[in-house]
């Protein structure tokens, strides 16, 4: 066995750490978007594949036997091209998903699908806003040029912003309900921009906004082709060691 690791996440590291306890040989790739420190100790490598097809050359050179899909949930193009190349060369995949975030009683939530529909959804009154979506899908908000937005991003950002009022804050997180709330207060946010992405690390400030009664403008996740989930760790190991079924 040797498995591919699509990394870049806190739950792909945690994967890759559980893949060392076990002894299981394995690759974890990173897309060197960000200046990431390594949070493990498998062997590694940096860099698109060069498409579906690359990716299926890749596979068959390394001999790998499985995949894992641990990207993030909106790394949508990673993930379409895991499943045509695995399919191409017939190396079972698996995607390590975490369930997407639920509405809660108190929540105030406009969902939409993608992010030009988030920037529709925005107030056209001046406003502030915390954008918590990514460094790459922030220019479409330069159409709602009133509002004061913060950003939070993973590295100091380089180049100009395509927004005239935008406070830029570096954080990798995890984040607290203590420190979102605090941000959120003390920057007198009224509306939160964020991604469906789910799980603890990224959930404080979803909890925040409830807390402070200000809206989410939640953006869905993208719609990907099918493929077999596994939501834990745990899961991930049964398929590896012992073929178990999940649900596609
Ligand atoms: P994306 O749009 O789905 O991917 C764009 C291209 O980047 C892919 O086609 C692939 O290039 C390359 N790529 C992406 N992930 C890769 C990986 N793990 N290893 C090797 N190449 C990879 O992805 P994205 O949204 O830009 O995310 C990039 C990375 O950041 C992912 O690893 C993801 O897990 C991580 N990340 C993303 C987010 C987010 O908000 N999207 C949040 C946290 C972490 P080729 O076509 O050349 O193979």
Not at 138 to 148: E, Y
Request: hydrophobic share 45%; aromatic share 6%.
């Amino acid at each position: 066995m040797r498995a591919l690791i699509l990394g870049g996440t806190g739950d792909a590291n945690q994967l890759a750490d559980a893949f060392v306890r076990e002894g299981i040989d394995a690759i974890y790739s990173y897309a060197g978007r960000t200046q990431i420190p390594l949070g493990h100790s498998l062997p590694t490598r940096i860099g698109g594949f060069g498409g579906a097809a690359g990716l299926a050359d890749w596979l068959r050179k390394e001999r790998i036997t499985h995949v894992i899909d641990a990207t993030h949930p909106f790394a949508a193009e990673m993930s379409r091209h895991a499943v045509e190349a695995c399919a191409a060369v017939g190396v079972p995949l698996v995607a390590l998903e975490r369930a997407p975030w639920t509405r809660a009683a108190g929540d105030s939530w406009i969902e939409v699908a993608d992010i030009s529909a988030a920037v529709t959804a925005l107030p056209e009154a001046r406003a502030r806003v915390f954008l918590a979506i990514g460094r790459q899908h922030i220019a479409p908000f330069a159409a709602k040029p009133q509002h004061a937005y913060t950003l939070r991003f993973v590295d100091a950002s380089d180049g100009e912003l395509p927004l005239p009022d935008a406070e830029v804050i570096t954080s990798r997180g995890p984040f607290t309900l203590e420190s979102d709330r605090e941000l959120m207060r003390s920057r007198g946010i009224q509306w939160l921009v964020a991604r469906n992405s789910g799980g603890t690390g990224a959930r404080a400030k979803i909890d925040a906004s409830r807390e402070l009664g200000r809206p989410v403008i939640m953006i869905a996740r993208p719609t990907l082709p099918e493929r077999s989930r596994a939501e834990t760790i745990e899961a991930v190991l049964a398929w590896l060691g012992h073929g178990a079924r999940l649900g596609a």
